[in-house]
């Protein structure tokens, strides 16, 4: 069933696979009015492409967008926005070993069995190429939020933590460095354990963090549509996400009570904020906080025994040039779809009232 | 905006006030010529009320479900199934201490904000009671997918942990002791710490996890309906969680992909699963396993200062009967909420093909 | 596939048969802070009730309206509103002679084709009694759009046909003739009529005609969503409803362009509104109004030849009560529906802003 | 709000102004595994392109359709189909004669009202050019209803009719003129009429009826989704339509309940189909019949006076090349909007069952 929009009021519908044409889709409800900042668009693009630094995959993929409609003269007229970003790879490649196998923790196999055909060049639809097309949004998003701040950035690559409190983080060093972790030596630290595994031929996990500020109070819709519960939804529908955490997250189960209430200051934010700006799934106006897990990249520059749709034993091994790690490319992808969740509710919140 | 719906096509919407005349929901979409059985839905209600045990709040409610339609002669008809539980309580408490302040970490504060007015008795719509819809409409689902199994069970209470790998648990201990834990030793552990907490007025939080069996191959819709995107929707709406987590989840975020990555077996099911029964968002026929964090509940036996609508600072004490662990009665309501996701995807899956 | 809920934002989802316990609904959406009058909700569903005069069905159903939730102190909080209707009837009936048959131009066959069981009773949810529900949803919607004026009326029964241009219509006159025709002779003509036809044991059709004055500029959506395309919908989904035409309707297909375009004023209204209030899918603040078709009731007090489930040929006589014409009773349901689609798109048009 | 979506399940969102650099769309939901016919695709689009004979507009454009995605080796893989189809004219015209007045009976004021900015070239996106792609998704549809036959065409140019049953009529005249209207006599009439008003710098409305063949029993959803409801809002939703009726229509409202019933043939079939083909808003098995009014088209090659943004009179005169007459061109897209809802509804019909 029909499952590529996101969004009841700004509303995202994809299309496209890898190696097909063009990957693109619409944005329905943008208000109108808006005067569009095209650069920052393309550079929230920019920091997702492929190649842009020595520990991302190498493919050649200039990712251009172009716009079909929904903006006159430089400014949203209220009508949905089509776009597209075309293939560049679309006809080269040669995909016979995938063609006969299914890669291990891939969605090669699944996808055989519900659709009974697949696209298999790079995966089809299963591609994290699609993650584009959700950045272009996100950052049409941002500019309708013109007063928050989405701060992504990269808080684990395997065993490597960035071990520093929100509030001494300087989100300003995020993009310093070719890991996105807001702290030189940590990302040092990362960004050398990510060349030694793709040495490896190997794959390895991380964690986003995401702080969202000057969120306005109010935004969110109990009961099933609780912010923090779409927020999830969103940060769990990006290829290779294993987990979502707001707050005081899973380490929040272990406290009592008394020490993870939030006391109230008289001007209604709160002295500890473990409610990470959330409270009823409804903003508070402190900050958003959350993590998100990805698990380490599927496609491994080593041999691996597999079946194919016979069922039959065969062996394959990654070709071209894959992600290592997908944090660091993951950093503008959380942002698009937390500013994609938060403009939502935005305007859902205006129909709130008479 | 509407936000108290869920699922597209076998489709829950609930209504309710903790103290109002009642709660209810219509369950629309739910297929025609299932006969219900309906003492398992009030037996899945009775796991959720009040009073089931010592460790559990000692409030009285009978959540006694009444149908109003769908059903004709025990059998469903295909039209919608209107429902409702009377509240017992609705008239008896006082609720002047909460009418004046905002409880910390509750939703006081933040319903007010998104809707300057709020049914304060009891928490009004943000309050867990609402939570019984669900599993009414979650044990309905359970029968529309009588081939699975959804065991959902207390794998956490603050820092004690169940240590036993998946295929060690045996889930009929589950119910076997109030706290719903599947091992009898750290049941008893977990028991005696929450009369601890519960002894010293103040509350913790835990874990639930829960593992579906026999879920069908090919469920689930990319790219942003992905399955455990809306499991992970449907977690965090419940009352009071914080985090979701699926398969390997945050640990897996650890690994590197050799040690990651599930091989197959030549029958198409893995040797490992530590994708978690869902690879690309759609299901692969091996358990779906996922874990839920809830957060310590907010309403104290102890007084807490905090402020009211005029910004002043104010004392406040929990009054009445409330849970010190929310995990024993949140089971259930996992269950049903996993049950809703996957009977929508079940049936959605059937539009897939001509 | 769930199809029981109406509305995007202002949103009405309903339940109940005919003769079960209830029908009832939930509202969802509706803006908190509004001050409900309860008194005009119960006013419009008995201007729908059964027995109001001698023209309509002589069933008893008091059809009072219970609210469960989302009001507090007579004010809404912006939660869902959940209420029901009591059926009267629910037990009395003998119904053998429907179970056994299905009735001519009825839903029984294509029902017992679709869901493979039915409620037989009163004709179960194909009943239009479920049409009290958006009575009641419709109600509190005018509530919302206070300033509107939406004033429905029979403008045909049978071939006696209302002879008045709309301006000049007294709208008072509506409801102080048990037809429903704001005109007191032709009103006399119609009720002597559906007195003759009942005698005969038969029925017959009508038109419902409606105004909605004081509608703001700019409501509606394009390009699915024109204004007129969901009021159409609205419509059509009420029993019995064959039509519907706005502004010059099937007329003005006869026309040239020169002769139907409407010229401007200068203050942007038109000086000959054959456009209905709605250009481009949009309501441009002029008086929108369209006509509603209802074709005569099936349910005949004569003998007709049907056939059974089995494809037997079986005699049938109409039993109890039935409306010999339906559109004095369908008035206010007209009115409803307009008024839940002004309000949906109305509040959906906030959502269009920045 | 975001209204560029028609269908739950077969779900279309279009996009594109009329001289902007491409319309287009996407569709999701479609099933997996069709061998698409393109050629049948192009076929649908000539029928409604511009140019096509001497009684429509003669603008150039080719209406080339080039898809995206979805698509893999000429079969559907089930993941959403991206298409676009370019504008020809976009840097050509000049538009200043509309940037400064609001043409009378167009979108023009109500765009200004409701967005206040507006892509003014062609109408920008109130143009019926968007409907090019509503063809595209319906000529799809059609595929996925391979077993069904959809029979649009012209019953009525101004007050010139087509006085024919419905069982006197050879669909396959249709195509054989200009016009559309299944019988060559009345299709001269109709031609030579249209040229006059042409002639006349006018225009003039008609009628398009159409008659759906095989459609399976049971589609259509109760109750505010009958079939009937969202076939009624699929036609209103066309540029220039300003009526619907299904059935005996209009004219059923005149008769009595006896001479109206459709009584059933002993295989469940009726022997008068005054229903249309759907009862209760579920479809019998019998063909479905409708008519659509479409209102003059407003742009005349006279001069108007008009006001400008202002509020000042001004005149005008429409440029370039229209349709004296729409309905020719409106066939194919009355097939293609049926096609629609017929699909939606065939799929959602396989989720109501277990």
Excluded: W
Excluded at 78 to 83: A, D, L, Q, V, Y
């Amino acid at each position: 069933m029909a499952g590529n929009s996101f969004g009841k009021i700004f509303k995202l519908t994809t299309f496209g696979e890898s190696h097909g044409v063009a990957i693109g889709g619409i944005i329905d409800g943008c208000p109108a009015g808006l005067k569009l900042d095209l650069e920052s668009i393309q550079n929230d693009l920019d920091r997702r492409r492929p190649g842009q630094s020595a520990i991302v995959t190498q493919r050649k993929e200039p990712d251009t967008v172009e716009f079909y409609s929904g903006i006159f003269e430089g400014v949203t007229t209220g009508t949905p926005i089509g776009f597209a970003i075309k293939n560049a790879n679309q006809k080269s490649k040669d995909y016979s070993h995938i063609k006969d196998a299914y890669r291990p923790s891939h969605a090669d196999y699944t996808y055989d069995e519900k659709y009974g055909v697949r696209d298999y060049r790079g995966g089809g639809r299963s591609s994290a190429r699609e993650t584009a097309c959700r950045v272009v949004a996100g950052a049409i998003a941002k500019q309708v939020l013109s007063d928050l701040k989405f701060n992504a950035y990269v808080s684990a690559v395997g065993e490597i933590e960035l071990h520093k409190k929100l509030h001494e983080i300087d989100f300003s060093e995020t993009e310093k460095n070719p890991v996105r972790c807001p702290d030189a030596e940590t990302a040092a630290k990362m960004e050398s354990f990510i060349k030694e595994v793709r040495g490896d031929g190997d794959t390895v996990g991380g964690v986003v963090s995401c702080v969202i500020k000057n969120v306005p109070k109010g935004l969110g819709e109990p009961v099933f549509d609780k912010l923090h519960a779409e927020l999830g939804k969103a940060m769990l529908s990006i290829n290779a996400v294993k987990g979502f955490e707001y707050g005081s997250g899973f380490e929040g189960t272990k406290m009592r009570g008394s020490d993870h209430n939030d006391h109230f200051n008289t001007d209604g934010s709160t002295k500890t904020n473990l409610s990470g700006g959330i409270q009823g799934g409804i903003s508070n106006g402190m900050d958003i906080y959350f993590k998100v897990a990805f698990k380490p990249v599927a496609t491994l520059m080593q041999k691996q025994t597999t079946i194919n749709a016979a069922g039959e034993e065969v062996e394959m091994q990654g070709k071209g040039r894959h992600d290592p790690c997908v944090v660091p490319r993951a950093v503008p992808i959380v942002e698009a779809m937390a500013a994609l969740v938060i403009a939502d509710y935005f305007l859902q919140n205006k129909a709130s009232k008479i």
